[in-house]
């Protein structure tokens, strides 16, 4: 049986706490914030009232690893003991933002800790622990696959002693918040290299740059999700100093290997929480409502369904310990296959979940008024980020079989 350590179960006692008390709450009161802000892409006050609070009670940074222990005040958490901490704030879906936990930043923020330099470090990853700016993450783009990160077309030239970047992007999350400041940007700088993974660099660019559009917001099955936001960006002759290249020229693919598994990770067990309180919610309602003279919960049916949701949500919560165990155990390079296999299953089998409940809810579990609409969003747009399911099926598939071929 897996076990966390006792400074994981603290923290998440008084995260659980913490969720009662202020969030939840909140919900309703949030929700009516965003829809009355004049701009849908600046900070909510009580967004940031909140983040005040979690500082005070000492649920700020909860994501920092063990390795970069010197980044927050409680030591640094491992893989294994952040998840379930990532998981009860999965259960709102803008919570992990309250306690600087959110995508794309926590990704972000750890390819400032293990790429950047002192300076870089200094200028962006200081204020990105305080909560003071955010970041966006700039890899996708609209006219190549961008699942095969090598296809990546974003121009990156240098000219004296600067990078010149022209190229489009899109769905970049964050890009359309008030508050982001940064991009990292990839692109290619060495087309003609015999190695193609080695043909990209990866670039820091101030979001007040001359020559950065934003064209537009994106929408996933509707949802904007504002105040973060998804943004398609033009970089249109856009320059910044050489010294802002990340590692180094040519290392591009090296880093969005290193940021991107961590990433689905993370995703990945804020999923489990969205997944537990939909099955909690789904009982609340079973117990509850009434058709053909006994209650949703006598019919066989909806037993099924709430034994197949609960035993699926235990199996992948199992998956993503088993898996973040082995990251910490062996680091990530090791763990790609294990990954992968948590990438692929998790959002679809979370979606499903998601999906069961929201039909015990008739048609109420498709509108704002319960959480699930959006987390189902949530869950259907994680099977295309960070790499589309098929892609991590192909590669993953063709490990196993070569590994028991070979046996």
Not at 2 to 18: G, I, R, T, W
Not at 72 to 93: K, N, T, W
Not at 96 to 104: D, G, S
Not at 228 to 233: L, P, W
């Amino acid at each position: 049986m897996f076990q966390h350590s006792e400074k994981s179960q603290q923290l998440l006692a008084k995260l659980k706490v913490f969720m009662d008390e202020h969030i939840y709450p909140n919900e309703t009161a949030y929700a009516e914030q965003l829809h009355h802000a004049e701009n849908r892409f600046a900070p909510l006050p009580l967004m940031d009232e909140l983040k005040q609070k979690a500082k005070a009670a000492g649920l700020w940074n909860l994501f920092v690893p063990e390795d970069h222990a010197e980044y927050c005040d409680h030591g640094g958490l491992s893989f294994f003991d952040y998840a379930p901490l990532a998981e009860e704030m999965g259960r709102v879906i803008w919570s992990p933002e309250v306690f600087n936990c959110n995508a794309p930043d926590t990704g972000n923020m750890e390819v400032f800790m293990n790429y950047a330099t002192k300076e870089q470090q200094d200028q962006w990853l200081k204020p990105l622990l305080a909560g003071e700016i955010r970041s966006s993450y700039a890899m996708t783009e609209p006219q190549v696959a961008s699942s095969d990160a090598t296809n990546i077309q974003l121009e990156i030239k240098k000219d004296g002693n600067e990078w010149v970047l022209n190229g489009r992007k899109w769905f970049i999350t964050g890009a359309m918040y008030e508050r982001t400041k940064i991009f990292i940007v990839m692109g290619k700088s060495d087309p003609e290299n015999p190695s193609r993974h080695l043909q990209q660099t990866q670039v820091l660019v101030p979001k007040d740059t001359p020559g950065i559009t934003l064209i537009r917001p994106l929408t996933t099955l509707g949802y904007d999700d504002a105040p973060i936001g998804h943004a398609e960006i033009v970089f249109d002759n856009v320059r910044v100093p050489l010294e802002n290249v990340l590692l180094g020229e040519g290392r591009g693919f090296e880093i969005a290997q290193g940021r991107l598994g961590p990433g689905r990770m993370h995703h990945c067990m804020r999923l489990i929480g969205s997944a537990q309180r939909s099955l909690e919610l789904a009982c609340k309602r079973a117990a509850s409502r009434t058709t053909f003279g006994r209650t949703l919960s006598k019919h066989q049916s909806v037993r099924e369904e709430i034994s197949k949701s609960f035993s699926e949500i235990e199996m992948a919560r199992l998956l993503v310990l088993h898996t973040s165990k082995k990251i910490d155990d062996e680091g990530v390079p090791a763990s790609v296959d294990m990954i992968a296999a948590t990438k692929t299953t998790v959002p679809l089998l979370v979606q499903n979940v998601i999906d069961r409940c929201m039909q015990m809810h008739g048609a109420g579990g498709l509108t704002e008024d319960y959480f699930m609409a959006e987390a189902f969003n949530y869950a259907r747009w994680c099977r295309q980020a960070d790499g589309p399911d098929q892609v991590h099926q192909m590669a993953l598939g063709k490990k196993i079989i070569d590994r028991y071929a070979d046996a």
